[in-house]
């Protein structure tokens, strides 16, 4: 059954009437999502084009278009095509593998920092810019009073994708890291270079390859996201009526 969406409808226009927009961004966690009607609006960016899904209230950007894996994700255009359309927060959505018993699959993580072991985009290719990577702390405090069932706090880790990480290698990340995923810390730091407000809600999925028994595969991660969809439908539109 569609979750009722009733806040899209009060910023109907925003972004060409100059007024900011929240925008979201998410990816396997949001597959199927029971949403109201969506608008595609592809926009040039001068790192490509990329489709924001215009509703009346917020804009939605699906990471994975065209089914394009994790390390071939055009994160600038992306970033940039929702600082187009009118965004001056983001919130990024992301599944992802828990590193500690703690955060247990089908909870939620609003991580307060992230690290990275891949290379991350940077919309500054002719100068020199050094931005102070982070999440901004007014958005995530908004986000422990919107989301109280999540867990605040805690280290996002990022790996380059599309394969899945060693158990060497989560041993070594569990050593600072509380979950991990392919995209997040990428999305942050190109939000930080566009003067964007960015935080995240994680949703946790499965544990980390080598911390259970079995093995990881990413349809299960697929299955157990489409499993969650109306409750990422409703944690959605409670975070557009609030933010």
């Known amino acids: 059954m569609p ?14 009437e100059g007024s900011a ?3 979201i961004i998410g990816g396997t966690s949001l597959l199927d999502c029971p949403f109201p009607p969506l608008v595609p609006r592809p926009i040039a960016t001068p790192f490509g084009t990329a489709t924001v899904l215009a509703g009346d209230g917020a804009l939605l950007l699906l990471r994975h278009q065209g089914d394009r894996p994790p390390h071939r994700i055009n994160h ?40 990275t072991t891949a290379p991350v985009p940077t919309i500054h290719d002719r100068a020199i810019v050094h931005v102070c990577p982070g999440f901004s702390e007014a958005m995530r405090a908004q986000l422990a009073a919107i989301v109280p ?20 290698e989560i041993r070594a990340i569990a ?7 392919m995209t997040c810390a990428s999305e942050a730091t190109l939000a930080n270079e566009l003067g964007l407000e960015v935080a995240a809600l994680c949703t946790v999925e499965n544990y980390a390859h080598g911390l259970e028994e079995g093995r990881v595969s990413y349809e299960a991660i697929v299955e157990a996201a489409k499993a969650n969809r109306d409750r990422m439908a409703r944690l959605v539109s409670r975070i557009i009526e609030r933010m």
């Open 3 to 16: 979750v009722a969406c009733s806040s899209w409808s009060r910023r109907t226009g925003a972004a060409e």
């Open 76 to 115: 600038r255009a992306h970033l940039a095509a929702l600082a187009l359309a009118g965004a001056d927060r983001v919130v990024l959505i992301g599944s992802t593998g828990s590193l500690r018993p703690e955060h247990a699959p089908g909870s939620l993580l609003v991580p307060d920092d992230y690290a």
């Open 149 to 168: 069932e999540a867990h605040h706090g805690g280290v996002y880790v990022q790996t380059p994708g599309p394969r899945l990480e060693s158990r060497a």
């Open 175 to 181: 050593a600072y890291g509380d979950v991990v995923g």
């Open 21 to 23: 927009l929240l925008a």
